[in-house]
Every structure is written in structure tokens, then in C-alpha cells.
């Protein structure tokens, strides 16, 4: 039988090996956990019969994803400024394609979407699948292991995450007021006012003569200029601390404060919420942000809706009237044109001696 349960991990194993049209064809593969004997039947069906088809010429050869994975990790990890966090992702769902065509990675995917639910983050289980789905895209683009997209049919979870906790800027001051290290006081302040992630302040060069946090290596892979708000440029004589220095005393100074929901990250969109209070675009915000995607600055469009829902209930009301320009009283201008009888013109007044003239007096 080529289905048999593994005695060592108690999990259904395929075990196909056959001499077929004078050669001989084996694979082997050890099925997920959970899978039921009728799934690991029918999962046998249909491999054995498309590996009779390949025997018999009516199927090409089906390339694995462990040879999609393997380039990958080759080929263009290393170019990667995180290869190595993938390469580890990509190890860590080994169980669930390990021996599987290219073809399968739809059904892969959400084997491991459905066993994973609950055990890890559902960001977890997404980046997971996006780099599976990266790496068998990148075998079918550049070495045609396959004959159509492998990754058109993956279903990636949704994933919310998205925090709406804002503070405005008392609430900012209470809580470095309350932080009794000072540096992580002034990386509070300098988070509030810039923006910028607590790894990007860290990293940053502080160019005071520009003014300006230069960033040479962010999230995106970008270089990024900062603008230094006036009201930190004090905090400039602080190092930035270590992120377990800062968390610590960064937890301790919520605490005091009655703030034990802010998160650190809270600070950056605060920093968001506060530029589209006082009139900012979401594209300006987006920049100052570094945000590569115009999606990831759409967090805040609520903001926007609010403020542009105030603008609209000031139409249709009446506009103050504005004071009208005091005119000159009507009458004589001049005692010499009093006497001549001339009607004054207020706008065009003639030159005394030509009036003179006029009236021969």
C-alpha cells in the first residue's frame, strides 16, 4: 500500500515506488498532521494516477516545490535585505509541501492556512504563504517549472490589524513628563513629532544644520529625509536608546498615566492623526510617513472624512457682511467751491489753481 501511517510522527506517509514503461518512478512524502485516512487515500488516488500518466507519456513531468523553494533560496534570497527571516519562513511549511508539484501549491497553501488557524498570528500565517507563493511564481517566471501562474489561485488571509489609537499632544507631554529616563523621554517626543518607527530613530542621522533625520536604510529599502520639528531639536543631545531600555521605561511612564493601551507604535500614528488635523493631505502624510503604498496611508482616511465633513456643514451659511466703505459727506468739499457754486467730485478732486482760474476769484 502506498498510504501507511508513520510510526515515529503518527501522520499518514505516501510512499510511491513502481518500476512504469521501463523506468522506475518513486515518491515519498509524509502527509500534514490532522489529515484523516480518507484524505490520505484520496490524496494517493490522485497521485498515483498522475504519475502512471507521466509514465505513459499522456502527462509531462511535474517539477516539486522543494526545487522551486531550493532556487529561490539560491538564486534570489540573497539579494533580499531580509533573505535569511525568509528563508526560515519558507523552512518552517516544509511539512506541508515537502515532495508536492508546483501545480498543488493552491491546495498547499490552504491545508496550511486551515491546519495553522489558531496556532500562530494570522500575519504569521500570511507572510508564510506569500513567500511560498513568491518563490514557486519566481521558478514558473524564470526557469518554466510550470506552464501556467501557480500562485493565480492561492487565497491569501485578510488580515486586520490596523490599531486606531491616537494621543494628541497634552497627552503626549504627560507621558514623557511621567518618564523619568530622559532619553526615552526625548525619543517620545521625537516619535510624536517625526513620525518616524522607534528602529528608523534609532538608525537616523541628525543633520541639525538641515534640519532634517536622515534615514539611509528603511522598511522600503529607500533613503528618506525627515523634517526635525523646531520643538525637538532640544532633544538632539540624547542618544537614542536601546529598544529594551526605551520599552521599559516607555511601560512604566504609560502606567503612571493611566495609559496602559498605548502601544509604542501608537506614537507614529499619532504623528499621522495630528498632521491631518491641522489641514495636511493624505498623499503629504503619506510622505512624510515613508510609506511606499498609498494603501497603507488609507488607515487614516477616516481622519480626512472627518475633517471634510466639517468643511461641507459650512456651506449654505450666511457669510458675515463685511462693512461698507464710509463715502465723504455730500456737500461743498471747499470753502472756494462752496462760493463758486461747483458740485464736488469726490473721485477726480481738481488741482486748487485750476479751480482758482475757473472761478476768477
Not at 20 to 33: C, N
Request: glycine letters at 6%; hydrophobic letters at 35%; proline letters at 5%.
Amino acid at each position: 500500500m502506498p498510504i501507511y501511517r508513520d510510526k515515529k510522527s503518527g501522520r499518514w506517509m505516501f510512499d510511491f515506488d513502481r518500476w512504469l514503461g521501463g523506468q522506475r518512478l518513486r515518491k515519498r512524502r509524509l502527509l500534514p498532521a490532522g489529515w484523516t485516512r480518507s484524505q490520505a487515500e484520496a490524496y494517493e488516488r490522485k497521485e498515483s494516477a498522475a504519475l502512471h500518466a507521466i509514465a505513459d507519456g499522456i502527462a509531462k513531468p511535474r517539477h516539486a516545490i522543494d526545487e522551486a523553494v531550493a532556487r529561490y533560496k539560491r538564486e534570489r534570497s540573497p539579494k533580499l535585505k531580509h533573505g535569511g527571516n525568509v528563508d526560515r519562513e519558507l523552512e518552517a511549511t516544509r511539512d506541508w509541501w515537502a515532495g508536492r508539484p508546483i501545480e498543488d501549491l493552491p491546495e498547499v497553501c490552504a491545508e496550511y492556512a486551515e491546519d495553522q488557524d489558531g496556532a500562530l498570528a494570522p500575519a504569521t500565517i500570511k507572510n508564510r504563504i506569500s513567500y511560498l507563493r513568491a518563490a514557486c511564481r519566481y521558478a514558473w517566471k524564470r526557469h518554466k517549472l510550470c506552464e501556467h501562474d501557480p500562485g493565480a489561485r492561492v487565497v491569501v488571509p485578510e488580515v486586520r490589524n490596523e490599531r486606531s489609537t491616537y494621543i494628541d499632544r497634552a497627552q503626549m507631554l504627560a507621558l514623557a513628563k511621567a518618564c523619568e529616563h530622559r532619553a526615552a523621554r526625548a525619543m517620545i517626543r521625537v516619535a510624536w513629532y517625526s513620525g518616524m518607527r522607534l528602529s528608523e530613530i534609532e538608525a537616523a542621522r541628525r543633520d541639525l544644520t538641515a534640519g532634517v533625520f536622515v534615514l539611509a536604510d528603511t522598511k522600503n529599502g529607500e533613503r528618506r529625509l525627515v523634517p526635525m520639528h523646531p520643538r525637538i531639536r532640544v532633544c538632539m543631545r540624547y542618544e537614542a536608546p536601546t529598544r529594551y531600555t526605551f520599552g521599559y521605561w516607555f511601560r512604566k511612564a504609560r502606567e503612571a498615566v493611566g495609559m496602559s493601551w498605548l502601544h509604542a507604535h501608537d506614537l507614529r500614528h499619532s504623528a499621522a492623526s495630528e498632521l491631518i488635523r491641522v489641514g495636511v493631505d493624505l498623499y503629504t502624510v503619506g510622505a512624510v510617513l515613508g510609506h511606499k503604498s498609498h494603501a497603507s496611508t488609507k488607515r487614516y482616511s477616516h481622519l480626512s472624512v472627518q475633517q471634510a465633513a466639517e468643511a461641507v456643514a459650512k456651506m449654505g451659511r450666511k457669510s458675515p457682511i463685511a462693512p461698507q466703505e464710509k463715502r465723504p459727506p455730500k456737500g461743498p468739499s471747499t470753502e472756494v467751491e462752496a462760493r463758486a457754486g461747483v458740485e464736488p467730485t469726490y473721485t477726480d478732486l481738481q488741482p486748487l489753481g485750476a479751480l482758482h482760474a475757473k472761478t476768477g476769484t
